[in-house]
Structure formats: structure tokens, C-alpha cells
């Protein structure tokens, strides 16, 4: 179970062919409060680098864009009842979709977690 991130502070965990995507305690940290969160469609495909999902914060709206490929196996519908868990766990609980991955090569451009520490140290 190895979490990669991108330049754009979103992180992903592969379980087997499973993507785990979200945003880390940097960008939540940028953002402020979370005060709701728009996830996409369970169906819905997305190509690395799409707009996957829409956070507001007391500060601003940000996108949250796919790290990988794939096409959305499920949300996490309690994120958008209690956004607050998206700052409480940014790298747990509040996990926003899970995609069902199309090419696991696509984890290789993106940063390991002492890569990620030093793009944003």
C-alpha cells in the first residue's frame, strides 16, 4: 500500500487495482476549513489530470484533479455531510473517490512521500 502525491497536493494509495484519492494535510492546511465538498458521478471516468472533484473552503475553491486514470468505483458520500473530516483526516477518512485504476504506470511520475516532504519544505 504505497501513497503517492502530485505537484498539486493530491495523494493516492493503491489496494491492488484500487485508487484511493485525495488531498493532503498541506493542501488542507492552504485551504482552511473545509466547507463542502462536490465529488463526481460513481461511473464516471476520468484521464490523469482531470478535474475530479470541487473543495470549498473559508479561504477559496480549489479543484482536485485525478493523479491516475481510471473510472469511479465509489465516494465518499460522508465527506460531503461532514467536510470538516477532510481537514480532521486528509490522508484517512476523508479520502474523496475510489477509482478502479486503468494504468498502474502512471503511479511512477508522480512523488514518493520524501519527495512530496521536500517539494513542499
Known amino acids: 500500500m504505497t501513497t503517492r502525491f502530485t505537484t498539486d497536493h493530491e495523494w493516492v494509495r493503491l489496494e491492488g487495482d484500487v485508487a484511493f484519492i485525495?488531498?493532503?494535510q498541506y493542501a488542507t492546511e492552504q485551504l482552511g476549513d473545509v466547507i463542502?465538498?462536490?465529488l463526481p458521478d460513481v461511473g464516471k471516468s476520468?484521464?490523469?489530470?482531470?478535474e475530479?472533484?470541487?473543495v470549498d473552503s473559508v479561504k477559496t475553491a480549489a479543484e482536485v484533479?485525478?493523479?491516475v486514470s481510471g473510472e469511479v468505483i465509489e465516494i465518499n458520500d460522508g465527506i460531503e455531510d461532514a467536510p470538516q473530516i477532510v481537514n480532521?483526516?486528509?490522508?484517512?477518512g476523508g479520502w474523496f473517490v475510489k477509482l478502479?485504476?486503468?494504468d498502474k504506470g502512471e503511479l511512477d511520475g508522480l512523488m514518493d512521500e520524501a519527495a512530496?516532504?521536500?517539494h513542499i519544505g
Open 46 to 50: 476520468f484521464k490523469k489530470g482531470d
Open 116 to 118: 512530496y516532504a521536500k
Open 52 to 54: 475530479i472533484a470541487v
Open 100 to 102: 478502479k485504476i486503468a
Open 36 to 38: 463542502s465538498v462536490e
Open 65 to 67: 484533479y485525478a493523479p
Open 88 to 92: 480532521d483526516e486528509p490522508q484517512g
Open 22 to 24: 485525495g488531498i493532503t
